[in-house]
Structures are given as C-alpha cells and as structure tokens.
C-alpha cells in the first residue's frame, strides 16, 4: 500500500517536519498512516531511527493506547508518550494520519511534546485539503 502527494503537499509537508525537528530538538519525524504505512520521513544526520520501524511501531502504539484510554475512561487519544533510558517517541494525532517523533536528549521531551500537538493540528489540515 502505498500513499502518493502530490509534490507541492509533498514539499510543505517536508518544511514542516524539518521545521518541527528544529524547534523540538528531535532525532527523527514521520507522518505515517493508522494502518502503519509511512507517508514521510525527515531525520537529522545524527540519528539511526529506521523509518519503517518508526510507521510499523506507530500502528502499535496507536492501537494500545486507544485501547487503555477507552479503558481507563480517558475518552479521546491525544498522544502516546513512551520514554526509556535512552530516549523517547511521541506519537500525536494529525486527522487521519500519525505524527511520531523521536529523540535521544530526554530533557527535550516536554517542548516536543507540545510543538507536535501544535504541528500535528498543521499537518492534518495539509492532508485534509
């Protein structure tokens, strides 16, 4: 499966991501489908995220934390968080696709955390219209 943009989408969605590791100090961006199929992908020269790791961990991630915030009475699903020694993922909602970032530096998280649900509102009004 795959997901095709056309190229001037394509560019401004790019911009974004890139903007969006500037700001948020993150290793690797991707905006991937629901179903795990990567839609983009922009990552520093530091970093060794895998982007087909990246989109296949995000259908994963998605579908257990909409599964305890249902279960736990939370209602919507805003964003996943997971933090380890070495790093984080945050994965965010943008319509009907996922936004997921990843860092190694753990005291970049919060600012990540809030310019992805900001970049996350962007990019879902960019593959909405």
Known sequence: MSIQLDPAKEKELVELLMGLTDIADLDAIAVVSKQGVKLSYFATEDSDADPDLMAA?????????????????????????????????????????????????????????????????????????
């Open 57 to 129: 961990v995000s259908a994963a991630l998605l579908v257990q934390g909409e599964m305890a915030a249902q279960r736990l009475g939370l209602e919507e699903l805003y964003e996943v968080v997971v933090r380890g020694k070495n790093g984080f993922v945050v994965l965010s909602h943008a319509g009907d696709f996922l936004l997921m970032g990843s860092a190694k530096d753990i005291t970049s998280m919060g600012l990540a955390v809030t310019q992805m649900r900001r970049y996350a509102r962007e990019i879902g009004k960019l593959l909405m219209g």
